[in-house]
């Protein structure tokens, strides 16, 4: 078989029903249990993929488990040169990727690039990994007595992730794992599925050997089944701030590592000397970008009273520019990604009215480039949303951008720092010093000054505080290497006669 076919019969595949990737190749398992994938374009099911059982998950960890015997002894040069030709072919193909992405989770085309770039920026970080294994080296600690630490990977991984991001978000966590010598198990979105199954046959072309990145599809039977499973030593999962806790706690009551990052409701705090223009442009972008449907959309902006009516004015005329449509067809913004999500996110438009708040831009019912059938909803904008209104207080993720007034930078701060997610935020400002204290003093993990989607690049780590994030490791950069790496001290003394003797008391320095 070579590699070409390889792909190719990975997307004839998935034209009807998608199976998992197991030792290298496509594995129905044996459960009978399936779920649809949408176009969220054009509303209908465009194929079905299996949900496993704890007894494929079971042959999965095996199959990674056997594969990492010999995964965990190729050498660090051997290791990223295999993400390093992986880099390059995601490179050259990644517009494939780009339409698969499109067309199972409705994100623009452009925006399904720039997932895949910042996701590739992972890859490229892991590439250098190297570096990040050199330990400490303390010489003579003792007379003739060295100490050292070695870097050395945990096993099998799991890694669980959410439908926003099908390839950024397991490019984040298994590009390092790999790099780091661990075997993965990737258990995706079952809601965007064929990403996962690309990405696993261009790893295979790429020389990553068998077994070694295992794809698992399913839903709550095989997260179980890898939060319980004796052989999965981590777990990496991204999704919603409940199931984000749910994974922390049952996966370390089986005594694994777990970093478990959960939602958000990310706020722009608007000072009058912001420039207003970029401000709402900012706005706008970080607002409506990917249909809302972004960990770091930015879905309240908290916008000081003298300047509100201004800010809020700009934000509406841009919003009247956006197209809304198919986007494989250059619209601006896509659908939802199912029907229920968007008559969720729809239905708190009216509860922003009962709460009263005021409608300035309601997105239902616009006119789309594309299929009724889509699941669409038009960019929404909600003025003087109260506190302590559910419009203000859910992760609502969709198009739907409040307005909060506030009289000034300390009642901003305090409304950021009661929120019970603390993910991404941003100050737009001409103040330095204002931009200083609001660094140092808002209790939130990633912080943009005049930038209203602060990811930080591959190599700083990704995360948030409180209920943005569950465990202390965050994402990529430094702190995936560590979370993807046991450390061992070793001591060691070359034999010497002089060293000989008995002596039971507390080993101590001379
Ligand atoms: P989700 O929590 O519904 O699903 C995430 C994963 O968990 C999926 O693989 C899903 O199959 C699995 N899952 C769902 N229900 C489960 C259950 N009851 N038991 C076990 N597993 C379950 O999240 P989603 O809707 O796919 O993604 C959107 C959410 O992810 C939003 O809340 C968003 O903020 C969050 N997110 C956070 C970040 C971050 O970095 N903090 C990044 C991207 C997305």
């Given amino acids: 078989m070579t590699d070409t076919t390889t792909l190719e019969?990975?997307?004839?595949?998935?034209?009807?029903?998608?199976?998992?990737?197991?030792?290298?190749?496509?594995?129905?398992?044996?459960?009978?249990?399936?779920?649809?994938?949408?176009?969220?374009?054009?509303?209908?099911?465009?194929?079905?993929?299996?949900?496993?059982?704890?007894?494929?998950?079971?042959q999965a960890v095996a199959s990674a488990s056997a594969a990492w015997a010999q995964w965990r002894d190729s050498s660090i040069s051997k290791r990223t040169a295999v993400l390093f030709a992986f880099r390059e072919l995601l490179n050259a193909r990644k517009q494939e990727l780009a339409e698969i992405l499109t067309s199972e989770h409705g994100k623009v085309l452009s925006d399904a690039l720039g997932e895949i770039a910042r996701g590739m920026e992972v890859v490229e970080f892991a590439c250098g990994l190297g570096h990040l294994t050199k330990g400490a080296y303390s010489?003579?600690?003792?007379?003739?007595?060295?100490?050292?630490?070695?870097?050395?990977?945990?096993?099998?991984?799991?890694?669980i992730s959410p439908f926003n991001f099908p390839a950024m978000v397991?490019?984040?966590?298994?590009?390092?794992?790999?790099?780091?010598?661990?075997?993965?198990?990737?258990?995706?979105?079952?809601?965007?599925p064929s990403a996962a199954n690309w990405m696993a046959a261009l790893l295979k072309e790429a020389g990553l050997p068998d077994g070694v990145l295992?794809?698992?599809?399913?839903?709550?039977e095989s997260v179980d089944a890898l939060l319980e499973h004796p052989d999965v030593r981590a777990i990496s999962f991204?999704?919603?701030?409940?199931?984000?806790?749910?994974?922390?706690?049952?996966?370390t009551g089986h005594g694994k590592r777990v970093?478990?990052?959960?939602?958000?409701?990310?706020?722009?705090?608007?000072?009058?000397?912001?420039?207003?223009?970029?401000?709402a442009d900012a706005a706008v972008n970080a607002g409506f970008g990917s249909a809302g449907e972004r960990c770091m959309a930015i879905s309240v902006v908290l916008a000081v009273d003298t300047i509100a009516d201004e800010f809020v004015t700009k934000v509406s005329e841009r919003m009247a520019t956006l197209r809304t449509g198919d986007g494989t067809r250059g619209s601006d913004m896509g659908p939802l990604i199912t029907e229920v999500h968007r008559d969720k996110v729809a239905s708190y438009i009216d509860v922003a009215a009962a709460d009263g708040a005021s409608v300035v831009v309601d997105g239902r019912g616009i006119e789309v480039d594309g299929d009724p059938d889509g699941f669409w909803l038009g960019p929404t904008l909600i003025d003087n949303v109260p506190t302590s209104s559910s419009v203000y207080l859910d992760e609502i993720f969709g198009p739907v951008l409040s307005v909060v007034r506030i009289d000034g930078y300390e009642e901003g701060l305090g409304i950021i720092n009661s929120s019970q997610y603390g993910n991404g935020t941003a100050i737009f400002t001409n103040d330095g010093g204002a931009a200083r204290r609001f660094q140092?003093?808002?209790?939130?993990?990633?912080?943009?000054?005049?930038?209203?989607?602060?990811?930080?690049?591959?190599?700083?780590?990704?995360?948030?505080?409180?209920?943005?994030?569950?465990?202390?490791?965050?994402?990529?950069?430094?702190?995936?290497?560590?979370?993807?790496?046991?450390?061992?001290?070793?001591?060691?003394?070359?034999?010497d006669p002089s060293h000989g003797g008995l002596n039971l008391g507390f080993p101590q320095h001379d």
């Fill in 9 to 58: 019969q990975t997307k004839q595949s998935a034209t009807t029903i998608l199976d998992h990737w197991v030792d290298g190749k496509t594995w129905a398992g044996s459960s009978t249990r399936t779920a649809p994938v949408y176009n969220p374009a054009l509303g209908t099911v465009q194929r079905e993929v299996r949900l496993a059982s704890t007894a494929d998950v079971d």
């Fill in 139 to 159: 010489e003579n600690v003792s007379t003739g007595v060295d100490v050292y630490t070695l870097k050395q990977p945990l096993g099998v991984v799991g890694i």
């Fill in 170 to 192: 397991p490019l984040w966590f298994f590009s390092i794992a790999l790099a780091a010598g661990n075997a993965v198990i990737l258990k995706p979105s079952e809601k965007d």
């Fill in 214 to 220: 295992n794809v698992v599809h399913g839903d709550k």
């Fill in 238 to 251: 991204v999704g919603s701030t409940p199931i984000a806790k749910y994974v922390y706690e049952t996966a």
């Fill in 259 to 279: 970093q478990a990052l959960g939602g958000a409701k990310n706020h722009m705090l608007v000072l009058p000397d912001a420039d207003l223009d970029l401000a």
């Fill in 440 to 495: 140092r003093e808002v209790h939130v993990g990633m912080i943009g000054i005049n930038v209203p989607i602060p990811v930080p690049v591959a190599y700083h780590s990704f995360g948030g505080w409180k209920a943005s994030l569950f465990g202390d490791a965050k994402a990529y950069g430094p702190h995936g290497f560590d979370f993807f790496t046991q450390e061992k001290a070793v001591t060691s003394r070359w034999l």
